[in-house]
DNA sequence: CGCTTGACACCGT
DNA sequence: AACGGTGCCAAGC
């Protein structure tokens, strides 16, 4: 069920240019929010289509944080490998924020 | 309507 | 630097 809170997410994670990541908190500040978990949530729940590259959304401390699966992010090494595939270097997991955090404001 | 969960973030120790 | 506890918000039951 999209509610239209996710509905801005997909949106915003959308707008991710390749070779960009960005952070759920960046993305929480641009809906005027603090739900940084509910964006998570938002993108776990329901992976709106192959529209909403979820893979680019990572943590604000440049972990690539989870990805789908009940353990603690199985996949994770999938979005690592997808990140890498489109140009972003990832590092022990990490991402460098510096270079390629993406910025909608 | 209220409690629990969660792909998070921040502060203190 | 690493670990623990606390806060915020939305969705699920």
Redesign the pocket.
Known sequence: ?T????EKVYLIVNKVPKGKVT???EI?IVLN???????????????NAPI?P??R?????G?I????G?K??KYVST?KGLLISEGVVVENNKIKLKKYLFKFY
Not at 65 to 68: L, S
């Open positions: 069920m509610t239209p809170f996710q952070t759920y908190k929480a929010t603090k739900a940084y978990q509910a964006i998570g949530q938002a993108l776990k729940k329901n992976v909403t979820c893979h959304v990572i943590r604000s401390d972990n944080g989870g990805y789908k009940g603690s992010g979005k």
